[in-house]
Each structure stands twice: as C-alpha cells, then as structure tokens.
C-alpha cells in the first residue's frame, strides 16, 4: 500500500510559524527598551503570543484550508535552506569581517522580507506581500541606521527595536484578528456542508 503524504494546513502552520518567530524577535530585542521596560514588553509579548496561539489552535479543522502541494513544498524547502544560508553568511560577514554588529540584525530581517516575498510568488497567499514588504523595509532602514553611523554607540539599541521588536510584534499579530473570527466561519461551513449531506 503506497504511504499516504501528509498535508500541512497551511494557513495554520504559517501563523504558527510567524507566531513562534515573533516571540523570538520580541523576547531577543528587548533589551534595547532598558532595564525598566524589557520585562514589561517580554511579559506583553508573551500573553499576547499564547492567545494568538489559542486563537490558532482553537480552530476547527478544515478540509477546504489552504494545503501546499508538492511542487510548493519543494519550493518552500529551497527557499528555508537558502535563507538559513544567507542569514548564517551575512551576519558573519558583518561581525567578523566589516566589524559591525549592529548591521546583523537588520541583515536577518531584510532576508526575511525577501523570503516572505518569494513565499507569496510560491504560495499565493497575499500575507506575504505586506508582511514581507514591511519586514525588508524595516531591515534595509536598519542596515542604513548601522552601516552610517548615524546612531553611534546607540547602533545596536536603534536596529534592535526598528528592525527587531517592530519586526517581531507584526510577524505575532499578523493574522490574529483573523484566526480570531475562524472557528464561527469554519464550523458554519461545516454546518452548512453536515445539512447538505443529510438534509
């Protein structure tokens, strides 16, 4: 019997995915608020990523969300690999070789604006074009606040929050009110389609 291939759903898996890497970005950069605000937003940003967490899982599965297929996977795969590579390269070319630190974290976020892009070309899905186009902005101001001094010893506080915690807070809220409204849309769908059936 041939092996059944799993399907990611991959609306949820996306927002998953964003949510997890949103904390990260928050918990990371906080540092830059100082002492007195850096638990306060770590706390925010953590109650803030259970309940879209909640508001993700709580859901109703759905055979009619959004699933890659396998030529999209493949794609998605490239990409990651890609993006791991360029990240890797590029924040050691920053620290390492042109000695300037400050430049790796816009440098992550300008790579993860391009992938979200090439994301949208692959998957179609029009989160990505907003979500990428904001976050590769927000990195390429960061890359110009780090590569031009124009932030002196202040380099690393200034890329933190532009392109770290405004990063990290969008990449969490990015479908919240979304998967917020979901599981009614989704379980009237259900309803609808059980009454067809049986009806």
Same mark, same amino acid.
């Given at each position: 019997?041939?092996?059944?291939? &799993?399907? @990611?759903?991959?609306?949820?898996? !996306?927002?998953?995915?964003? $949510?997890?890497? !949103?904390?990260?970005?928050?918990?990371?950069?906080?540092?830059?608020?100082?002492? *007195?605000?850096?638990?306060?937003?770590?706390?925010? !940003?953590?109650?803030? =990523?259970?309940? &879209?967490?909640?508001?993700?899982?709580?859901?109703?599965?759905?055979?009619?969300?959004?699933?890659?297929?396998?030529?999209?996977?493949?794609?998605?795969?490239?990409? &990651? &690999?890609?993006?791991?590579?360029?990240?890797?390269?590029? *924040?050691?070319?920053?620290?390492?070789?042109?000695? +300037?630190?400050?430049?790796?974290?816009? @440098?992550?976020?300008?790579?993860? !604006?391009?992938?979200?892009?090439?994301? /949208?070309?692959?998957?179609?899905?029009?989160?990505?074009?907003?979500?990428?186009? =904001?976050?590769?902005?927000?990195?390429?101001?960061?890359?110009?606040?780090?590569?031009?001094?124009?932030?002196?010893?202040? $380099?690393?506080?200034? +890329? $933190?929050?532009?392109?770290?915690?405004?990063?990290? $807070?969008?990449? *969490?809220?990015?479908?919240?009110?979304?998967?917020?409204?979901?599981?009614?849309?989704?379980?009237?769908?259900?309803?609808? /389609?059980?009454?067809? +059936?049986?009806?």
């Amino acid at each position: 019997m041939a092996k059944r291939s &799993v399907q @990611w759903n991959g609306a949820r898996i !996306g927002a998953l995915i964003g $949510a997890v890497g !949103g904390l990260a970005f928050v918990v990371f950069n906080a540092w830059s608020l100082g002492e *007195t605000w850096q638990p306060i937003v770590i706390a925010v !940003g953590v109650v803030w =990523f259970l309940w &879209v967490l909640w508001a993700i899982l709580r859901v109703p599965e759905d055979d009619q969300a959004y699933r890659p297929d396998a030529r999209q996977m493949q794609a998605f795969w490239i990409v &990651v &690999v890609l993006e791991v590579v360029l990240i890797v390269g590029g *924040t050691q070319l920053f620290i390492r070789v042109l000695d +300037t630190p400050s430049a790796s974290l816009p @440098w992550v976020a300008t790579v993860l !604006g391009v992938h979200w892009l090439v994301f /949208r070309m692959v998957f179609q899905q029009d989160v990505f074009l907003w979500l990428g186009w =904001f976050t590769l902005t927000l990195g390429v101001v960061g890359l110009m606040v780090a590569l031009t001094g124009v932030a002196e010893e202040n $380099a690393l506080a200034a +890329t $933190a929050i532009c392109s770290g915690l405004f990063v990290g $807070a969008v990449m *969490t809220d990015r479908d919240a009110e979304r998967w917020c409204a979901a599981p009614a849309v989704v379980r009237r769908r259900l309803r609808r /389609r059980s009454c067809a +059936t049986f009806g």
